[in-house]
């Protein structure tokens, strides 16, 4: 009887210590700003779409992890990052020297320029025929941008002339270009193609700029954003964008939004 008794409880320690489990999927909290369409935002069901949501959903599907999405503002998300409100950031970050200072990246997943957009025939001369940037038919312009970004970097170091008015959300941009408290903005030109000059609200207007790419300011391209020292996530990260690459499915996410590949 009693060693019946030992070879129960023997038995009960295994089940308890021993016993396979059913792992859990690892979960990754990701941020973004939620209201930066088409790459991150809540269409009319209130759920989370875009380019970026897709790019992070199909990271996810291929290294197994689950994700928690997190709106946070712009200005304030490598600040959230570093104190661990999230885990990534998947929110068309451009990849630069100066973030990359505080914060590391994935490859990139798609590229990353800037472009202005002002009134139709307001004539405007703010560029040489080399496509380079004259200073001082800048001075006194309202350029609208957004807070904390590399476009806010470029003016401020190559054309401190301007006068930069500087804004929350990319949504007021394109408010206070309409009426008129700004002569331009400068943005993403594919955001700026679909949200505004495509649309009525943005008939009387049109880019004024060339295509600015300037990898000091821009950097290399788009990634997504984590924390240093996480090296073997950063190759897991890389190893699916690549595979999203190869595949084709960046490009198909992207023509779910624009009428080109973006990467």
């Known amino acids: ?56 959903k199909g990271v996810a599907g291929l290294i197994g992890a689950d994700l928690e999405f997190v709106c946070q503002k712009w ?24 973030r990359l200072k505080k914060m590391d990246f994935s490859d990139t997943y798609r590229i990353s320029v800037g472009r202005l957009v002002g ?9 040489d025929d080399a496509g380079k940037p004259i200073p001082s038919n800048f001075a006194g312009l309202k350029v609208g941008l957004e807070r904390a970004t590399t476009y806010s970097d470029w003016f401020e170091n190559e054309l401190p002339e301007a006068n930069v008015v500087l804004y929350d959300s990319n949504e007021a941009l394109y408010l206070d270009l309409v009426n008129g408290r700004t ?8 955001k700026a193609h679909l949200r505004f000059l495509g649309k009525e609200d943005g008939a009387g207007f049109e880019f004024v700029s060339p295509q600015i790419d300037e990898k000091k300011y821009f950097g ?19 190893g699916a964008l690549k595979t999203l690459t190869d595949d084709g499915s960046l490009e198909r996410y992207a023509l779910k939004y624009f009428p080109f590949a973006i990467h």
């Open 1 to 56: 009887m009693k060693k019946t008794f030992t070879l129960l409880a023997a038995a009960v320690v295994v089940l308890a210590l021993g016993a396979p489990q059913t792992a859990s999927a690892e979960t990754l909290r990701v941020g973004m700003e939620c209201t930066y369409a088409p790459f991150n935002f809540k269409n009319a069901d209130g759920e989370l779409d875009g380019y970026d949501v897709d790019v992070a």
């Open 183 to 190: 002569d331009m903005i400068m943005t993403n030109p594919m």
């Open 119 to 127: 009134r139709k025939n307001a004539g405007f001369n703010l560029f």
């Open 75 to 98: 200005d304030g998300m490598i600040p959230a990052l570093l104190a661990n409100k999230f885990d990534l950031v998947v929110a068309s970050m451009s990849i630069t020297d100066k």
């Open 220 to 238: 290399i391209g788009v990634g997504i954003g984590l924390r240093k020292g996480n090296d073997a996530l950063k190759a897991r990260l890389n």
